[in-house]
């Protein structure tokens, strides 16, 4: 019963939480004529896909529920540090998610003050997680979240391990060659 009250919780935060920001870059769109009108013809086909991996990034709020008993909000945070799934890559995994919703949803309506809007959010995110949500986490979860930060990056995913970038890096020259 704790669990589904906890899921129920973090379904109706994740729910305002996107209806919110998509009102307010809905309502920037009145600025796209004096930022030259509408983006290009192609824009909404790279739109679509932003969208559709913002929100299965974003979908990952799953994760707080089952493994860490709370919500992703900051005033009903998991009583457990979450570090599965995306988690495991980069420690904001969501956040990367609603900005990939917003810049999809910005080429979709083909707005320019959507797709300008994204890097102030983000910045606006960025302070939010450096001033309040890293203390708060080192102070809840301690030594444990300091291993986490040491070994997972704060936004941009480590995708390869270092022996197998040095591999690729080995055989870059080899298949330039091979290619000419």
């Known amino acids: ?14 729910c305002g939480f996107l209806w919110l920001w998509t009102w307010v870059a809905l309502g920037l769109r009145r600025f796209d004529l004096a930022l030259g009108g509408p983006l290009a013809a192609w824009a909404p086909a790279l739109g679509l896909p932003l969208l559709v991996v913002g929100g299965a990034v974003a979908g ?4 707080f529920i089952v493994q860490g008993r709370g919500t992703p909000a900051l005033f009903d945070a998991p009583r457990r540090l979450v570090a599965v799934g995306p988690y495991r890559r980069v420690r904001n995994p969501m956040y990367i998610g609603g900005a990939l919703l917003l810049l999809g949803l910005g080429l979709d309506q083909r707005s320019p003050s959507i797709v300008l809007f994204v890097p102030a959010w983000w910045v606006l995110f960025h302070l939010l ?12 979860f301690g030594r444990d979240y300091d291993v986490y930060c040491q070994r997972t990056p704060r936004w941009i995913p480590r995708l390869m391990r270092p022996a197998l970038a040095g591999f690729v890096a080995l055989l870059l020259p080899v298949a330039i060659v091979l290619e000419k």
């Open 129 to 140: 997680v450096i001033l309040y949500e890293e203390p708060a986490l080192r102070s809840r």
């Open 1 to 14: 019963m704790a669990l589904t009250l906890i899921a129920l919780r973090s379904v109706v935060f994740a």
């Open 60 to 63: 990952w709020i799953g994760a």
